[in-house]
């Protein structure tokens, strides 16, 4: 069952990047607040992987300040309570700290030495049961014949040490797990570092581009949102989990009294029924009277396809 993370969720905020690196935060955002992001973390040895990447997870401004803004999380100065933290950490934190990583290194160790252990005998066996296999044969074609001359002959240096140490696979696999310990690079720094409040080193709303109130009326629509430059837009709107639905709109802001190009209208809506979705633009209503109880952004929405008629 997942975990619900306590809230408001820290979010880090390293590089002008907001990123997430808790993956309940992540399961939790997305299941319940319809908040996906774009993982960006990668294995040091395969730079240019470029599927299946992992945490962090990398919040676009518009995502970053809605959940701020309703209250579900905090952007926090990282840097700043990374150096807070490590100077008000005592010895004892620090030492038992390290001790952990080192037992966790010494675990890993073992469980990596065993598991090449357990390959080397399973290799071990099946050359020994090729021989066997091979003696058999030449025992069939000729059953009076020099056998044992043949297996005098085999260098029997390798296959002595395995038929005298197969039966204590055990001791064999303790000589080899005594090495130093692996390195452990934690993925957080909590512990030892402490979760921090919302009020300590915490940041101000992120700036957002003009296409923010779009941005937030679809979410509260029901819409997925992710990011749309491959398609030549600036948000992909999903009906539901990216993972389970196609994107159904091309999403495009613009202001309320910008000029639109007829040929740019025509060329967005064939692109977007070329890919199978719905060309969406929108922004925000400018009214000249307001009402008290009338809410002061309006925002509409049209959708254009291409139909060949």
């Excluded at 997430?20 to 992001?37: K, N, P, Q």
């Excluded at 390290?98 to 357990?118: S, V």
């Excluded at 029997?156 to 005298?164: A, C, E, I, K, V």
Aim: aromatic share 8%.
């Amino acid at each position: 069952m997942a975990t619900i993370p306590t809230l408001p969720i820290p979010i880090s905020y390293i590089t002008d990047r907001y990123l997430l690196f808790s993956i309940d935060a992540v399961m939790y955002l997305r299941r319940e607040h319809h908040i996906c992001g774009v993982p960006i973390g990668t294995l040091p040895q395969i730079p240019q992987q470029n599927v299946f990447l992992g945490l962090p997870l990398e919040l676009t401004p518009e995502e970053a300040r809605l959940l701020v803004e309703k209250g579900i999380a905090f952007i926090i100065d990282e840097a700043s309570s990374h150096n807070s933290g490590l100077k008000t950490l005592g010895k004892e934190d620090k030492s038992g700290y390290l001790l952990e990583l080192e037992q966790e290194g010494q675990r890993a160790a073992r469980l990596q030495a065993e598991r090449k252990e357990i390959q080397r005998e399973e290799a071990l066996k099946q050359i020994s049961h090729k021989i066997n296999a091979e003696s058999e044969v030449i025992q069939a074609r000729d059953p009076a014949g020099d056998l044992n001359a043949l297996e005098d002959s085999e260098d029997p240096g390798l296959f002595t040490s395995y038929h005298q140490s197969g039966n204590q696979p055990a001791s064999s696999r303790a000589s080899v797990v005594s090495g130093a310990p692996m390195s452990i690079t934690p993925a957080t720094s909590y512990p030892p570092l402490q979760t921090l409040s919302s009020c300590e080193f915490s940041m101000p709303l992120p700036n957002v581009p003009t296409s923010y109130p779009l941005f937030a009326h679809l979410h509260s629509k029901g819409y997925f949102l992710a990011p749309g430059l491959r398609f030549g837009c600036q948000y992909l709107a999903y009906p539901g989990d990216p993972l389970r639905f196609h994107s159904h709109f091309l999403v495009v802001s613009a202001e309320w009294d910008e000029e639109i190009d007829l040929l740019d209208l025509i060329v967005c809506g064939r692109l977007g029924t070329g890919v199978k979705k719905g060309f969406l633009l929108g922004g925000v209503e400018k009214k000249s009277h307001v009402s008290e109880d009338q809410d002061s952004q309006s925002i509409r929405t049209f959708s254009l396809e291409w139909a060949g008629m």
